[in-house]
C-alpha cells in the first residue's frame, strides 16, 4: 500500500490525486463565480470533479507513474472511479436515472480510451483498490464508499449517451465536457478562465476617443448601435464593406468570452493585430488569442512585446481559456462531427458569443458545418452573429430549415458610389494590365496561383518598374509573414505609393487594403464583391471611367472553374454581369447576389448537392464514432504535408 494519500495523478510535476483535484475544484468555483447564470446542474457537475481520477489509487496506475512499469491489463482509471459513487445516495437526494447516468458516463469516458476487460478483471481490481481506499482521507470527501462492482443500469463498457434523446444528450455535453475543460486546465495548470472585464471600456475609451481625437463628432454608426442593442440576440447581418463590421461584431461580444472566426488566416493575422495595437493593447497576452494552424509563428514573432511565457500564451490560447480569441472555423466547429471528445468544445460555446465574419467565402462543405454548428450553438444557450458584406440567401434558408432562431435586419448599406465596374468578355492578361497602370496603386487577382504566377512574370519581364508584387498562398511561411506585412503597408489608405500586386483570394477579404484600381478574373458574383472591397474602400467614385475590371473568360472560363469554382453559379454570375457597365452602388450588387444564390436557382448544382450532402452527412455520423485526428483531416478535406525547400532548409539548418 502506497503512504496515506500520496497516490499520484500526474507525473511531470508530480502531483498527488487530492493536489490535482484541489485545483479541479478550484477551477470549478472560477467558472461558477463567473459565469453563475451557465445552464448546468452545478452539483453534478462538483460530484464528477470529486469522484473523476479516485481510480488512480489502483497499483497498476500508480507502477506506471511511479516506475514506468506498464500493465497490459490495466483497467482505464476512469472506469474505476465509477465504483466509489454511492448511486443509492444519489437516488435518495433525488437524482434521476438519467441525471445518475450522466455522472457515470461522464467520469468513465473523461479521457479516451480503450475498453477491453471482462466482469472478473473489473472486480479484481476494485477488490484490490479498497485496501488502497481504507486509508485514503479528502476533506471534500463527504462519506468514504465504495462499491463491489459497477451498476449496468448506470454504466456498460462501450455503450455511450447518444443524441437520440436530445435533452439527455445536451445535459450530458455540458456535464462531461466542463469536466474535460477543469480537468485541462488544472493538469496544464492554468485558469479554466478570465474574466472579460475590459473590452468595451478599452473600444470606448481607446478606439472611439482616438477617432473623436481626429473629428469631435466621431460616434459608433448605425451597424454598430444595432449591434449594441442587440446583444442578446443572434443576428444575421449584411453590411457593405467599409461599414466597421469588426467593431461592430467586437461591441456585439461585449464583456463576454467571445470568438471572432474568419476564413482566411491572412485576415485573421491582420484582424488579431489591429485589436491588439489599437483596440486591446495592455497585457494583450492576458485577454486576446490567435489561433489556426500556424499560431505559433505568429506568436514567436510577436515574443519581444509579449509579456508572458509564449508557451504558456500558446497553452491558454489552445485551451480557449482567454476571454477573446480571434479563429478559423476549423478551430471550433469541428464539433459538428461529435468525435470522440468534442463535449468540451460545444460545452465551451454554450457561455460564449461567436461572430463569423464573411459567410460567403466558405466552400459548401464548410457552410454545411456552421449551418449544423449554428444549430447546437443555439439549442445549448451560445449566441452568434454573422457579418458578411454579401449573403447567399440559401444560406438563411438553411438555417431556417433547422430552426436555428436568430434575427435578420435590412442590409446597412448607403447611397455611395465606391466602384465603377467593367466587365471585359475575354481572358486575363498582362497588356491590359499595363495599360491601366498610370502610377497609381493596382491590385490584380486570379483565381489561382498558376494564373497569378504567370500574370507577374509577363509584368516583370514587360514593364520596367520596380514596384511589382506577388502574393499567394504557395510562400514559405516566412516569405508569406512578409508579403502580408508589405501589402497591408502598401495597401493603406495613407499610404502614397505606386505600383502593381498580384495576388489570388488571399486578399480577397477583411484585409483593411484600398488601391486604385482592381483587375480580377471573375470567380462568382461573392467573390468580385468581396474583391471590389480591396478598391476604393472608404472613398467615393465621382470620375469618368472605370475602377474595377472583371474579366469573365470570354467564350470560355476563367481558371479555377470546375476544379474548386462551381461552374454552373460561375455561369449564372456570368450572366448576371451580362448588362452591368459603369457606377454600381451597393443595393445593387446585393439585388445581383440575391438573383443568383437562391435555393431555387441552386438546385441540381454541385454547390447545392455538396452543401446538402455534407449537411445529411454531418449529422448522419454516429457520435463518439470518430477521433479528434480523423475529425482535423475532414473538417477542411486537406491532405498535405508542410514540407520546406531544400535550398531553405540548407540556408537555415544551422540556425
Not at 29 to 41: A, G, T
Not at 379 to 388: C, E, R, S, V
Not at 638 to 646: C, E, G, Q, W
Amino acid at each position: 500500500m502506497i503512504a496515506i494519500n500520496n497516490y499520484l495523478a500526474k507525473s511531470n510535476p508530480k502531483e498527488t490525486i487530492i493536489e490535482h483535484t484541489d485545483k479541479l475544484i478550484k477551477n470549478f468555483d472560477i467558472l461558477k463565480e463567473m459565469y453563475p447564470s451557465l445552464q448546468v446542474n452545478w452539483d453534478m457537475l462538483y460530484k464528477v470533479c470529486l469522484y473523476h481520477d479516485l481510480g488512480k489509487m489502483n497499483i497498476k496506475f500508480q507502477d506506471k507513474i511511479e516506475k514506468r512499469k506498464r500493465h497490459d491489463d490495466e483497467i482505464p482509471h476512469g472506469i474505476l472511479s465509477l465504483a466509489f459513487i454511492d448511486f443509492e445516495d444519489l437516488e435518495e437526494q433525488g437524482y434521476s436515472e438519467d441525471d445518475i447516468k450522466i455522472i457515470f458516463h461522464s467520469i468513465a469516458y473523461h479521457h479516451d480510451r480503450v475498453l477491453d476487460y471482462t466482469n472478473d478483471q473489473l472486480e479484481e481490481e476494485i477488490e484490490s483498490l479498497k485496501s488502497e481506499f481504507f486509508g485514503f482521507k479528502y476533506d471534500k470527501l463527504e462519506f468514504k464508499f465504495i462499491n463491489d462492482y459497477i451498476e449496468e443500469q448506470f454504466f456498460i463498457a462501450n455503450d455511450r449517451i447518444y443524441s437520440k434523446n436530445e435533452n439527455h444528450f445536451l445535459k450530458y455535453i455540458m456535464i462531461k465536457g466542463l469536466l474535460n475543460r477543469l480537468d485541462y486546465a488544472a493538469s496544464g495548470h492554468v485558469k479554466v478562465e478570465t474574466k472579460n472585464d475590459f473590452l468595451l471600456n478599452d473600444l470606448n475609451e481607446k478606439l472611439l476617443e482616438s477617432w473623436k481625437e481626429k473629428d469631435s463628432n466621431s460616434d459608433w454608426n448605425k451597424l454598430q448601435q444595432y449591434m449594441i442593442n442587440h446583444r442578446e440576440d443572434n443576428i444575421v447581418v449584411v453590411a457593405q464593406t467599409g461599414m466597421g463590421k469588426t467593431e461592430a461584431g467586437l461591441l456585439w461580444i461585449g464583456d463576454n468570452k467571445g470568438f471572432f472566426t474568419l476564413p482566411l488566416k491572412t485576415a485573421i493575422n491582420a484582424i488579431y493585430e489591429r485589436i491588439t495595437d489599437k483596440i486591446v493593447i495592455d497585457n494583450y497576452d492576458e485577454k486576446v488569442g490567435l489561433l489556426h494552424s500556424d499560431m505559433r509563428r505568429e506568436y514567436l514573432d510577436r515574443k519581444h512585446e509579449i509579456e508572458s511565457d509564449i508557451d504558456e500564451y500558446y497553452n491558454k490560447t489552445r485551451q480557449l481559456s482567454l476571454p477573446l480569441t480571434v479563429c478559423t472555423i476549423d478551430q471550433i466547429f469541428d464539433f459538428v462531427y461529435r468525435y470522440r471528445g468534442f463535449e468540451s468544445k460545444l460545452a465551451t460555446l454554450s457561455y460564449s458569443k461567436v461572430v463569423i465574419d464573411e459567410v460567403q467565402m466558405y466552400s459548401p462543405d464548410l457552410l454545411a458545418y456552421l449551418v449544423v454548428g449554428l444549430s447546437y450553438i443555439d439549442k445549448i444557450g451560445g449566441k452568434f452573429a454573422i457579418l458578411t458584406a454579401t449573403l447567399p440567401k440559401l444560406f438563411v434558408d438553411l438555417l431556417e430549415k433547422e430552426k436555428v432562431q436568430f434575427k435578420m435586419p435590412d442590409p446597412f448599406t448607403n447611397k455611395r458610389i465606391r466602384h465603377s465596374l467593367k466587365v471585359e468578355n475575354q481572358k486575363l492578361n498582362s497588356e491590359f494590365i499595363k495599360q491601366v497602370y498610370d502610377s497609381n496603386k493596382v491590385l490584380v487577382i486570379c483565381n489561382t496561383v498558376k494564373e497569378a504566377q504567370k500574370i507577374y512574370g509577363e509584368l516583370k519581364d514587360s514593364l520596367d518598374l520596380e514596384n511589382i508584387n506577388l502574393f499567394h498562398s504557395g510562400f514559405i511561411k516566412k516569405n508569406r509573414k512578409t508579403k502580408e506585412e508589405q501589402i497591408l503597408k502598401f495597401g493603406n489608405k495613407d499610404n502614397e505609393g505606386k505600383g502593381i500586386w498580384v495576388a489570388t483570394q488571399v486578399v480577397e477579404a477583411s484585409l483593411d487594403i484600398d488601391f486604385d484600381i482592381l483587375v480580377t478574373e471573375l470567380s462568382d458574383l461573392n467573390g468580385l464583391f468581396q474583391r471590389m472591397g480591396r478598391c476604393y474602400r472608404d472613398r467615393d467614385w465621382n470620375k469618368e471611367g472605370y475602377n474595377c475590371y472583371v474579366f469573365d473568360g470570354g467564350e470560355g472560363k476563367c481558371t479555377g472553374v470546375g476544379a474548386f469554382i462551381d461552374k454552373e453559379i460561375f455561369r449564372l454570375s456570368k450572366k448576371a454581369l451580362k448588362n452591368i457597365d459603369g457606377n454600381i452602388d451597393e443595393n445593387k450588387k446585393m439585388e445581383l447576389i440575391d438573383s443568383v444564390y437562391t435555393t431555387e436557382k441552386l438546385n441540381g448544382t454541385d454547390y447545392y448537392t455538396k452543401l446538402i450532402d455534407a449537411i445529411v452527412y454531418v449529422k448522419s455520423i454516429e457520435s463518439f464514432e470518430k477521433s479528434k485526428k480523423e475529425t482535423m483531416k475532414m473538417f477542411r478535406n486537406i491532405h498535405s504535408t508542410t514540407v520546406i525547400p531544400k535550398i531553405v532548409y540548407d540556408e537555415n539548418k544551422k540556425k
